[in-house]
């Protein structure tokens, strides 16, 4: 059987396309349509496929880092950055400052952007819609 050329076509035919139903979002927000990431992440070559079309969506653009969030994005960012050749990262939701007294917290980090020879351009995947 061919594979569809079309993403939707694609998440379809894998089954982790929802649509026409009622969603409410992590941010609170409501949808009519969801990807079903279980139906993609298990199965490798799915999510390299995936990753792949979202890879070429933006290739050319100078995009040296990919940022997912840690729940629902961090696979695939680290997919699209593997078929970019770049560097993937990822972010937590919640406070950005821990506590001072907390013990063996993970401290934030920053991303700067820019160096001495170029500038970096930030992707990100979100889960959070």
């Excluded at 991303?111 to 930030?122: D, E, I, P, V």
Aim: proline letters at 5%.
């Amino acid at each position: 059987m061919t594979e569809p050329t079309d993403t939707e076509s694609l998440l379809r035919a894998w089954g982790a396309l929802l649509a026409d139903d009622h969603f409410v979002y992590i941010s609170g927000q409501h949808g009519s349509g969801w990807i079903d990431k279980d139906a993609v992440y298990p199965h490798t070559k799915r999510t390299s496929q995936l990753a792949a079309r979202i890879a070429e969506a933006v290739a050319g653009r100078g995009i040296e880092i990919v940022c997912g969030p840690a729940t629902g994005g961090l696979i695939i960012a680290q997919w699209v950055a593997h078929h970019l050749g770049a560097l993937a990262v990822f972010g937590e939701h919640g406070d950005a400052s821990p506590p001072e007294d907390a013990p063996d917290t993970r401290r934030p980090f920053i991303l700067k952007r820019g160096s001495s020879n170029s500038s970096a351009t930030t992707v990100c995947s979100s889960s959070t819609t």
